[in-house]
């Protein structure tokens, strides 16, 4: 049988003989495409459907065959068969039915890893799907390195605190694990043991009463004694949940109304993965093959998560406060017991992301390192970035010390955000400010949590105001998040800038470089925060002004295939478009018209100066997006110029959804 792999898995040929076609098919070799003339020249005309007939004879295929008036319905029947085949030779602790419907959630990777061929005539065309036996466990290699991604996140948010991520990420990986032929019961008991022990060590306390809101009050979550880089909760206030909340660097918040009681008070630790559908659909699938085989139809359930709720109780008395609002009891902690709860509800995003595949750009199968690569390397090479370390622009950090009148426009802002009063507070803003303001109070409910721990500093000619903590939320979407506001003053005392703070976790990460100079630090922090926010608040002009006209932009969109037979198919498939700006632009803009809202979290950064200096930065980062009908989670790498730090020049923007195989996550250890 060697011969036949040979001719039939490395070349693709089609031969017409006696008004028949037969048609054996492989991922075609470049090789390949050069010796298919010769194949055809030497070869008899009857030779490739004699080895379909041996392939179907040797005990050494498997094979699946699949007969309609199309092929593509021809190749999904055969698919099926082949699917079918393959359950019943792997090793899974289950009955009959559930192993079926497992390996049905791996219809895509048969597809992938097997060959087929088709022959067509008169009444018709067939098509055999088939692959070696040893080969077979080529089928779960995919899913195998989806799991230890999943455990290399969930041990890294651990360590940087990032909770949500921890318990997220434990859960799905002991879901799908389940699912590989082979696994260890021991194996999937250690990933559920270790979310128990995150949990353990989570603990959360009622902090205050919001100052500038009183129906609100502010929780504090923090594990073994550190706060939480993010948490999803609910909250139970006696009568009924909430919808999913964000506590972000250790805040949360609730809101209460007069008259609760503090021992009806519950919090839920909340293991929502709906908002990440690429990802959740494969596990999804899992659930729904363990539900479905059960005859639950409910997903796998306690079966395949074993997960319970994570409830965390208040132990004070109720009391009102005399303005009527709630009393926040002073620092009283909430006791916690169980698992946290993941979402059941079936959540497939059908809309587009800032990773929109236009229709006037190259779509590629993957990202073209060496273009990326060639493209760094060329800017690298540029007379501004090799000959001249010190040409980044002259800027000094100091303190500020009379801080008066900045917090006294703060104060302002924030009651006027509360009050919706936005033209009563405009003559503190330069004209870009004041667009950008409106920008925020359009952007969801907006609500300030508090602004009486104000962090300031200047930057040149800028002061910058930290630490203003808002709570953001949508009508369609019943996630709520905190995001704490940072505002620049100009030299004129008024408001040039606003925006999302980077978060704790990725701002330390950027100014643990002691090699640096603090402002280049604050400069890097400063560049991402604004490119977050600019997404967030749709500023379209901003991101066409960042990127340089000759940037080369790749972008990615994980897809959904349509028209697939099988239920529990994963339908994962990313879809990679290289644009250029215009175009890049041109999209974008579409994608700001359809969504209610955008907003992105980041995490695991990389940083490294490139070239001369401190202005050439390469700058590799986990990007988390969430949007109203698309969501997804991946690693955006930018190389940038800050040698003018308050007009960056972007060269490369790349996405990826996962590691290459063959280079791994695009970042700037690569140059």
Same mark, same amino acid.
């Given at each position: ?554 972008? =990615?969109?994980? &897809?959904?295939?349509?028209?697939? %037979?099988? /239920? !529990?198919? +994963?339908?994962? *498939? ?38 001369? =200096?401190?202005? &050439?930065?390469?700058?590799?980062? %986990?990007? /988390? !997006?969430? +949007?109203?009908? *698309? ?41």
């Amino acid at each position: 049988m060697a011969s036949v792999s040979s001719a039939v898995g490395i070349l693709g040929a089609s031969v017409a003989s006696a008004g028949r076609r037969v048609t054996c098919h492989r991922p075609v070799h470049r090789l390949g495409i050069a010796l298919l003339v010769a194949v055809l020249l030497f070869c008899p005309l009857s030779l490739f459907a004699q080895k379909i007939t041996d392939i179907k004879k040797d005990a050494a295929f498997l094979w699946g065959e699949g007969r309609a008036a199309d092929t593509r319905t021809a190749d999904s029947v055969a698919t099926d068969a082949l699917v079918k085949k393959i359950a019943g030779v792997v090793e899974l602790p289950y009955r009959e039915a559930v192993k079926a419907a497992l390996i049905g959630t791996y219809r895509d990777d048969v597809a992938g890893a097997s060959d087929f061929a088709v022959s067509g005539g008169r009444k018709g065309t067939t098509v055999l799907r088939y692959i070696r036996r040893d080969a077979v466990g080529n089928v779960f290699e995919n899913r195998c390195r989806r799991i230890a991604e999943m455990k290399d996140i969930a041990g890294t948010a651990e360590t940087k605190l990032q909770m949500d991520v921890a318990l997220r990420y434990l859960s799905w990986a002991a879901v799908l694990l389940q699912s590989v032929p082979g696994f260890k019961a021991e194996e999937v008991a250690e990933l559920r043991s270790r979310r128990v022990r995150i949990l353990e060590g989570m603990n959360v306390r009622f902090d205050r009463q919001s100052v500038a809101d009183k129906e609100i009050v502010e929780l504090s979550f923090t594990y073994k004694g550190q706060p939480v880089r993010n948490i999803d909760y609910r909250f139970f206030n006696g009568r009924e949940w909430s919808g999913i909340l964000s506590a972000k660097d250790g805040k949360g918040f609730i809101e209460v109304t007069p008259g609760s009681r503090i021992d009806d008070y519950r919090i839920l630790y909340e293991s929502d993965p709906s908002h990440l559908r690429h990802i959740y659909r494969e596990v999804q699938a899992v659930e729904r093959a363990f539900g479905a085989a059960s005859g639950t139809g409910a997903g796998a359930g306690a079966s395949a998560n074993g997960s319970g709720s994570a409830l965390a109780k208040s132990s004070g008395r109720s009391a009102k406060s005399p303005s009527g609002g709630f009393a926040a009891p002073d620092n009283r902690g909430l006791k916690h017991g169980g698992l946290e709860r993941g979402d059941d509800a079936e959540c497939i995003g059908s809309g587009a992301s800032d990773n929109y595949a236009p229709d006037d750009a190259v779509a590629v199968s993957r990202i073209d390192f060496s273009a990326v690569r060639s493209k760094v390397m060329d800017v690298m090479s540029r007379e501004k970035f090799s000959a001249s370390p010190d040409s980044t622009k002259a800027v000094s950090l100091t303190p500020v010390l009379f801080t008066s009148e900045y917090e006294a426009a703060v104060s302002r802002i924030c009651d006027a955000l509360k009050k919706r009063e936005y033209e009563s507070v405009r003559p503190l803003f330069t004209e870009t400010g004041y667009d950008i303001f409106l920008r925020l109070g359009a952007y969801g409910n907006a609500r300030v949590l508090s602004h009486d721990d104000l962090n300031f500093y200047a930057l040149g000619d800028e002061v910058w105001c930290r630490g203003i903590p808002m709570a953001f939320s949508f009508s369609g979407n019943p996630r709520r998040f905190v995001e704490d506001i940072v505002l620049t003053f100009n030299k004129d005392g008024l408001i040039s800038n606003l925006t999302f703070s980077l978060g704790a976790a990725a701002t330390s990460d950027i100014c643990s470089h002691e090699g640096w100079t603090e402002e280049a630090r604050l400069i890097l922090v400063d560049f991402l925060e604004n490119y977050k926010t600019a997404y967030s608040l749709r500023r379209l002009d901003y991101i066409s002004s960042i990127f340089d006209d000759d940037a080369l932009i790749i972008t =990615g969109r994980v &897809l959904r295939s349509a028209g697939l %037979r099988n /239920e !529990y198919g +994963s339908n994962r *498939y990313v879809s990679f478009t290289r644009q250029n700006k215009a175009t890049y632009i041109r999209n974008l803009s579409r994608v700001f018209a359809s969504q209610e809202y955008i907003n992105i979290q980041f995490s695991d950064s990389e940083v490294v100066k490139l070239g001369k =200096g401190e202005q &050439l930065f390469g700058i590799k980062i %986990r990007q /988390e !997006y969430f +949007s109203t009908t *698309y969501s997804d989670v991946g690693y955006l790498f930018v190389l940038v110029d800050l040698s003018d730090w308050q007009r960056p020049v972007i060269h490369v923007r790349t996405w990826q959804e996962s590691p290459d195989k063959d280079f791994g996550v695009i970042g700037p250890y690569h140059f």
